[in-house]
C-alpha cells in the first residue's frame, strides 16, 4: 500500500504520511506514559521549573568541557533554540573560573542564502547568536581558543575535519514541529524517493550538507525567532549530519514546549522508545543511537485533548 500524502506540504515528506494507528496512539499518551518510556539507551528526565530545566541543559555545556584535556580534547556541539541556556553557560564559566582551553564546541546549523552560509551581520545568524548570547559573555582568558570554535558552512570539510581527534561528548538539540534535530528534515518526494522516504540506514549516511527547509520548519522560524514574517527566513541551512551526530558519545534532545507542541513530542518519544523508525520523522531515527535522553518541562507535555478558544 502506498504511503499517504502530507496534509502540510504534498511534495514533502513528513509525519503526516504515517499511518494513523501510529499517529493516534502517540496522542493518546498521558503525562504519565510519556515518563514511562524509558528504555536501556534512551532517557526521560523531566524538570518542575524553567529555571531548573535550562540550568541542567547550562549544565551540560560545563561537564562537557570539564572533561578535555591536552591529551583528550572534548566539547559540545549546540543548538540554536533553546538558547536560555546560553548566557547561564557564560555566567557558569565565569564564576567558577573554568579554563576552556582544551574545550571544544561546534554549532549545528547556519542559514545558506544563494549558495552561501550568512555571516554574523544577518539578524537570523546562529553563529552571531552563539557569539553573543554565550562565547563574547566569557572572560577572554578563560575562553577556548577560536580554532576551538567550529561552524558549519556550505563547503563544509574543515568542519567535518573538526569531528576528528576530539571527543564530542554531548550533541544537545531541540525538537522542531516537523520532528527534526538541527535542521535534518525530512526531504522531498522526488526521484527515487516518491513512493516512498529514504531508509533509515540511507538517511544515517548523511554528513553535514546544505539542505533544502521543510515549509513547516521555514513557518515555525518566523514563529520563534523572525517576528512572523516568513519571507525573512531563508528556505535553505547547512546543517550537522547524522554522520556527525552518531559520533556524539550522548545526543540530549531539550523540550520546554516553545518549539514543538504535546503531539510532536509524544510522537518522537514513543517512536524512540519502541525502536520504530521512519526517516519521515528524523528524530526516530535516535532509536538506533546508543545514548540518547529527552528532557521535557513537564508542565509543557500538556495533553493533545480539543481545546476552543
Request: charged share 20%.
Amino acid at each position: 500500500m502506498s504511503r499517504k500524502i502530507s496534509i502540510l506540504a504534498p511534495d514533502w515528506w513528513d509525519y503526516t504520511t504515517l499511518n494513523d494507528e501510529l499517529l493516534n496512539a502517540a496522542a493518546r499518551l498521558t503525562e504519565k506514559d510519556i515518563l514511562g518510556l524509558s528504555r536501556p539507551g534512551f532517557k526521560i528526565e523531566s524538570y518542575e521549573t524553567l529555571e531548573d530545566f535550562y540550568l541542567a541543559e547550562a549544565l551540560e555545556y560545563i561537564n562537557a568541557w570539564k572533561q578535555a584535556s591536552a591529551e583528550q580534547p572534548a566539547g559540545i556541539c549546540g543548538p540554536i533554540g533553546p538558547t536560555e541556556q546560553l548566557p547561564l553557560v557564560a555566567r557558569l564559566v565565569n564564576e567558577l573560573e573554568i579554563d576552556l582551553t582544551h574545550a571544544h564546541f561546534w554549532g549545528m546549523d547556519e542559514w545558506v542564502i544563494n549558495g552561501t552560509e550568512v555571516d554574523e551581520n544577518h539578524p537570523l545568524s546562529f553563529k552571531k547568536a552563539d557569539m553573543d548570547l554565550c562565547f563574547n559573555r566569557i572572560k577572554p582568558h578563560l575562553r577556548m581558543p577560536d580554532s576551538n570554535l567550529h561552524f558549519p558552512a556550505v563547503d563544509s570539510s574543515s568542519f567535518v575535519e573538526s569531528w576528528n581527534g576530539v571527543r564530542c561528548m554531548v550533541m544537545q538539540g531541540g525538537q522542531g514541529d516537523i520532528k527534526h534535530w538541527a535542521f535534518n528534515d525530512p526531504i522531498k518526494r522526488e526521484g527515487p524517493f516518491t513512493e516512498t522516504p529514504p531508509t533509515p540506514e540511507e538517511y544515517r549516511k548523511l554528513s553535514t550538507r546544505v539542505v533544502d527547509l521543510h515549509p513547516a520548519t521555514i513557518t515555525q522560524n518566523a514563529r520563534t525567532s523572525g517576528g512572523g514574517v516568513v519571507t525573512g527566513v531563508p528556505t535553505q541551512a547547512v546543517t550537522v549530519g547524522p554522520l556527525q551526530t552518531w559520533k556524539a558519545e550522548k545526543v540530549s534532545i531539550w523540550q520546554a514546549g516553545m518549539h514543538d507542541n504535546p503531539f510532536g513530542m509524544r510522537l518522537t518519544t514513543l517512536m524512540i522508545s519502541r525502536g520504530i523508525q521512519d526517516s519521515s520523522v528524523p528524530m526516530s531515527l535516535l532509536a538506533d543511537h546508543p545514548n540518547v535522553q529527552f528532557n521535557f518541562y513537564r508542565p509543557a507535555i500538556g495533553t493533545c485533548e480539543v481545546e476552543m478558544h
